[in-house]
């Protein structure tokens, strides 16, 4: 398959006047069309801001100090503005995971609904625009969309705004769509409609998808391919999900594994909770030094290589395919 976005060993820091702290160091990622792809990691791994760099959009000071972003082959960290900002509002497609706080307090949902359409199509007229908002509405099962687009963010429940922020990541037809946990918050039954409706919107439109999650639960059922994120890079990957679930390699996607519930705990912690996702990375060696409990000298050394250890199933661990310590 023709490659839709690939991004190529980005690290990404964010500098202040007291220091720099290293977030991506190294991250890649390849989104094939079609694809739903998953990427998994604890809060602090680095996933928002891998989304946010991937479509050159970082907070003020953040940079992109190496690496490399392609969409469609053409290289995004090159665009001009004008070229990211159709990219942004036409091709991706970003749900956020704060569905209150990203839509305007005092503005209808149907006047920001237009607004997004009419950021793709500047010539579009008012109807035009409208019917697009109410058209976008039904699709993600807004009952009453008409009268919904006098609606202010403040009157929807939870679930509802976050169908809204969906609708608008649709509306202009984005050939890949970015979930950035967007069912963080919501209950149970919510957070399973919502993502039914992510991936049936994937498949109605032949387009891709990224659902970014801690959550591994949620990309064994929805996605094809997943990512670990470790402390801003990918330490495991997989063409196949089950593989990954059946087959962890890594030590980090072990301890995620051991954390989710409902998966049989067949190991214990592999890498220590109790330090922070940023705890001090290392200039050389494994990322994970200080926290695996398998970290032996070569480890503290030299970075691991990336080892295939089933076809399409890669990880970065000096350990890979080796007994482990008890």
């Known amino acids: 398959m023709d490659k839709l976005l690939q991004a190529e060993e980005l690290f990404v820091n964010f500098y202040t006047t007291k220091e720099t702290v290293r977030v991506l160091t190294g991250f890649s990622l390849e989104v094939e069309h079609g694809d739903i792809v998953g990427i998994v990691g604890e809060s602090g791994s680095g996933k928002s801001v891998a989304i946010a760099a991937m479509i050159n959009l970082l907070e003020k000071t953040g940079r992109i100090d190496r690496g490399a972003v392609w969409f469609e ?11 990211l900002r159709n990219l942004r509002c036409s091709e991706v497609g970003v749900i956020p995971n704060n569905p209150k706080g990203m839509l305007h307090p005092i503005v209808p949902i149907g006047t920001q609904l237009m607004n997004r ?6 010539d579009a007229k008012k109807e035009e625009a409208r019917r ?9 099962q807004i009952p009453d969309p008409e009268k919904r ?4 963010p403040s009157e929807l429940s939870g679930g509802m705004a976050q169908r809204v922020l969906i609708a608008m990541a649709l509306i202009n037809n984005p050939k890949l769509i970015v979930a950035d946990d967007a069912t963080t918050g919501l209950d149970v039954t919510v957070q399973s409609q919502i993502l039914d409706l992510i991936e049936a919107q994937v498949h109605k439109t032949h387009s891709s998808a990224i ?8 990309v064994a059922q929805y996605c094809k391919k997943v990512g670990i994120l470790c402390m801003g890079r990918i330490v495991e990957y997989s063409d196949s ?5 059946q087959m962890a390699a890594h030590p980090y996607t072990r301890t995620l594994l051991a954390a ?4 049989p705990r067949e ?21 994970l030094q200080n926290r695996c409990k398998h970290c032996t000298e070569i480890c503290c050394r030299t970075a691991p290589p990336k080892t295939e250890i089933a076809p399409g199933h890669w990880v970065e661990c000096h350990l890979a395919g080796k007994e482990r310590e008890s």
């Open 241 to 245: 999900v089950e593989e990954l679930l």
């Open 267 to 287: 190991y214990c912690d592999e890498v220590n909770p109790a330090k922070s996702a940023r705890h001090e990375i290392s200039a050389q060696g494994c990322l």
């Open 132 to 140: 697009h908002a109410v058209e976008a509405l039904e699709m993600v």
């Open 149 to 152: 687009l006098h609606v202010l």
């Open 211 to 218: 659902m970014v999650t801690h959550d591994l639960g949620i």
């Open 260 to 263: 989710t519930p409902g998966v």
């Open 73 to 83: 082959g053409a290289d995004v960290l090159q665009m001009d503005e004008e070229t």
């Open 117 to 122: 359409y009419c950021s793709a199509h500047p």
